[in-house]
């Protein structure tokens, strides 16, 4: 399934960069939006090389964007702060509809996998908590690490798998609730400052890297189903000279041979990207969907009438984002 949604992606990838009101005036700076799993350090670490060569390549400055959270990269894109940003799917979905952006490249997994997963995580000393059903029996005594509501892996994922199936709001099972990013949660629950926590595959090898001893004292208890790889997504309105330069450098950059740039791209855990377009966002917009719809199905609150109502809306939602799949599959089937 998922090597079939890399085939509707790439099909679907077709880049155009129109004219725009900006393209009168050159640019010269661009402005590149980094979401905060980690550290600004680690991060300003592994995607400083990336940026200055960006910058030598586009003959223009380059500067990285860090904000404390996620909402901080997709407000600066709203406001034309940011110009390219690297976002987990659930963030580049807020951006795509919120702040004119728009999915240009996926990212690709240095293994070459095409995306990653959720985890949550306790400290390997918790002896009674060894699955989801042991929290969930245990959580009015627990305190629970909660990722950034803008996250695909720590919040989106975990809510819909973990909570909104199981009908539990975790603000109201949960002793206390605090919301973090993913090196935050996970160096809370190593340090027995939370319980638990959701967390991804993805920060679970930079922690191994950048904490070791951390890493090993945390223990996984879930894993979810395969999340798609993060795009990277820029802001419509960009000038066209602008978007063909950038759109280049990211489809060339690491296919050359070029050492220097492989090893930036590992230091990110990135093979070479890949073209991609906000059909990429379907399946998460599909999950937020399912998320609502389970939260109103377990929601008492709601009349029968009120509750029939509200699920139909999103059931025409979701058979919208099923004809858009069946064009998709259409599509890529007479290309073949």
Avoid: C
């Avoid at 402005?31 to 910058?55: A, H, Q, R, Y």
């Avoid at 679970?204 to 996984?220: G, S, T, Y």
């Amino acid at each position: 399934m998922i090597k079939q949604w890399i085939s509707r992606l790439t099909l679907a990838a077709a880049v155009t960069v129109g004219a725009t009101g900006l393209q009168a005036e050159e640019q010269k700076t661009l402005n590149f939006g980094i979401i905060s799993t980690e550290s600004s350090s680690n991060l300003k670490d592994v995607w400083n090389p990336f940026l200055e060569d960006m910058s030598a390549k586009l003959g223009m400055e380059v500067k990285g964007f860090f904000a404390p959270d996620y909402a901080g990269i997709i407000q600066g894109m709203r406001f034309d702060k940011v110009d390219i940003a690297w976002y987990g799917n659930k963030s580049a979905m807020e951006a795509v509809d919120r702040a004119g952006g728009e999915v240009v490249v996926q990212t690709v997994a240095a293994d070459g996998s095409p995306g990653y997963w959720s985890l949550m995580i306790v400290h390997k000393d918790s002896k009674h908590l060894n699955s989801v059903e042991d929290v969930l029996a245990n959580a009015k005594d627990l305190t629970f690490g909660n990722g950034d509501p803008n996250s695909t892996s720590g919040y989106l994922v975990p809510s819909y798998y973990i909570f909104a199936k199981n009908g539990i709001d975790p603000k109201e099972a949960f002793k206390r609730t605090l919301n973090s990013g993913h090196e935050t949660n996970a160096l809370a629950v190593a340090n027995k400052q939370v319980d638990v926590a959701t967390f991804n595959t993805e920060s679970m090898e930079r922690l191994q890297i950048n904490f070791p001893e951390k890493a090993d004292n945390l223990k996984v208890i879930w894993k979810s189903p395969l999340i798609p790889a993060d795009p990277l997504v820029w802001r419509k309105n960009l000038p066209s000279e602008t978007k063909q330069k950038v759109y280049d450098f990211l489809m060339t950059y690491g296919t050359t041979g070029d050492k220097h740039e492989i090893e930036v791209l590992k230091d990110l855990q990135w093979a070479p990207f890949r073209a991609s377009s906000n059909d990429q966002l379907i399946p998460i917009r599909q999950l937020e969907l399912f998320k609502q719809k389970a939260a109103i199905q377990n929601d008492e609150n709601y009349s029968d009438q009120e509750k029939a109502q509200k699920l139909a809306e999103i059931d025409a939602q979701l058979a919208s984002l099923e004809r858009r799949l069946a064009a998709l599959d259409a599509a890529r089937e007479e290309s073949n």
